[in-house]
């Protein structure tokens, strides 16, 4: 079955403490983005991949890490966690560029006291 | 920078009425406009879509248009039903850029 697959779906933290929230695809496809979702703002861009070892920021990156080493892989680093993190996060991909559709993981709802 | 408003925000409606939500945008290179319908709980899942050479299109009982010269799009829901309940996302695509850029999102509730 094609999917996107995020871990941990759940995560409460103290503030400072290194985590990664892990993304994987097995459909091959070439973009992978994060996005966190709060409230009234919607969906908003943190970083996005265009292939292997190839990212960018997007709309929201300050306070987070992200690596592609393996096309099927994207995990997302916060290396040292704060209150104003806590949200919901989704890992996407998408085949093409742009006008193609965005396949989304299941989420992670982060918590950070 | 880019953004794209969405209204409205909230939306309550009688079961078999229609549902309109509007986007409006400001990046005049887009020209991809994605729909999303998330229901509670759940990922984010593309509904419908359409492209700027394209002004309108309609799958069953959803359809989308767009004003390219007014930086409008807009989603149609006839006949709704409770399980159109949901919060539904509008975004904008445009070439050159991995961006897609999402409105704030508008909750639909179907009372039956």
């Known amino acids: 079955e094609a999917q996107v697959t995020q871990n941990p779906r759940y995560l409460i933290t103290v503030t400072g403490k290194k985590l990664t929230v892990t993304c994987s695809q097995n459909?091959?496809?070439?973009?992978m983005s994060w996005y966190r979702q709060d409230p009234g703002l919607g969906l908003r861009q943190i970083y996005y991949?265009?292939?292997?070892?190839?990212?960018d920021k997007g709309d929201v990156p300050e306070g987070y890490k992200v690596s592609r080493k393996e096309k099927r892989n994207f995990p997302l680093i916060l290396e040292s966690p704060s209150p104003n993190q806590t949200s919901l996060y989704f890992c996407?991909?998408?085949?093409?560029?742009?006008?193609?559709?965005?396949?989304f993981g299941q989420g992670t709802r982060l918590t950070v006291v | 920078g880019e953004n794209v408003e969405q209204h409205p925000s909230t939306l309550s409606v009688q079961e078999g009425d229609s549902a309109v939500i509007k986007c409006t945008y400001s990046?005049?290179?887009?020209?991809?406009f994605p729909w999303y319908k998330q229901e509670l709980g759940k990922r984010p899942q593309l509904i419908i879509d359409?492209?700027?050479?394209?002004g309108e299109k309609k799958d069953q009982r959803i359809a989308v248009t767009l004003n390219k010269t007014a930086k409008h799009f807009s989603l149609h829901i006839t006949e709704t039903q409770p399980e159109d309940s949901a919060v539904y996302f509008c975004?904008?695509?445009?070439?050159?850029?991995?961006?897609?850029?999402f409105g704030a999102g508008t909750r639909l509730f179907v009372k039956a």
């Open positions: 996407a991909s998408r085949s093409g560029d742009f006008d193609t559709e965005a396949f």
């Open positions: 459909m091959n496809h070439e973009y």
């Open positions: 991949s265009m292939n292997v070892e190839v990212t």
């Open positions: 990046d005049s290179a887009s020209n991809y």
């Open positions: 359409i492209r700027s050479n394209v």
């Open positions: 975004a904008t695509g445009g070439t050159g850029g991995f961006k897609t850029i």
